[in-house]
């Protein structure tokens, strides 16, 4: 696969932080509708995900993990580099080696739909998404490490598909278990209300 440079697009800094969806809920598990209108909508929504994404502390967050059905994700997120690349994409097309090209890495991944919860996930170890921006203008990008990892998850989640589904059966029970334990750390409106040290800390 060839190499094209990923340009890191700023993302902006003033949304609001919404709730984060979790596995189970309909709207996780299904295609969603294609972007068709790149309008002011759709600009407060990719703010409204970005400051979600940074609550979070997540690298990326695709738009039905807010509620919304609709083809968007954003991601902030190191490469194999360590360089940060951040960007918006619509209506992803996702490209990954095939054949000889193709590289497996089993590295731990978790969702913030399922927070606390991490377990390795063999993906391709490079990845290409084509789409658009928030504004519709075309655009590319190319990640090695974990943001081969974060593009390949957040396409996934566009199309319904969240990284369980991607586990054996004994590797996704290990991982709900983990989410289960871990779950009083979240409150359902989880970022929005985050508990650090027993200390709420109200985001709304
Ligand atoms: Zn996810």
Redesign the pocket.
């Known amino acids: 696969m060839s190499q094209p440079q990923s340009h890191s697009r700023p993302l902006p800094d003033d949304g609001n932080v919404r709730p984060i969806t979790r596995w189970g809920t309909p709207v996780m598990h299904r295609e969603l509708a294609d972007v068709t209108s790149f309008d002011d909508d759709l600009a407060e929504l990719v703010r409204d995900m970005v400051a979600t994404m940074r609550a979070a502390r997540g690298v990326?967050l695709?738009a039905n993990?807010v509620g919304v059905d609709l083809k968007v994700f954003v991601f902030d997120c190191p490469d194999d580099d360590n360089i940060q690349v951040s960007g918006v994409v619509c209506n992803p097309v996702l490209f990954v080696p095939e054949g000889k090209d193709r590289n497996l890495e089993d590295e731990d991944e978790g969702?913030?739909?399922l927070p606390g919860a991490f377990t390795p996930c063999a993906r391709p170890d490079e990845a290409r998404v084509t789409g658009f921006d928030e504004h519709g203008e075309p655009l590319e990008f190319f990640g090695t490490g974990l943001l081969a990892r974060c593009l390949q998850?957040?396409t996934d989640?566009l199309f319904g598909t969240?990284?369980g589904d991607r586990l054996p059966e004994r590797a996704r029970k290990k991982l709900y278990k983990q989410h289960k334990e871990l779950a009083e750390n979240y409150p359902d409106d989880w970022p929005v209300t985050i508990l650090v040290d027993d200390v709420v800390i109200d985001r709304s």
């Open positions: 990326g695709a993990q969702c913030l739909s998850h957040e989640h969240v990284f």
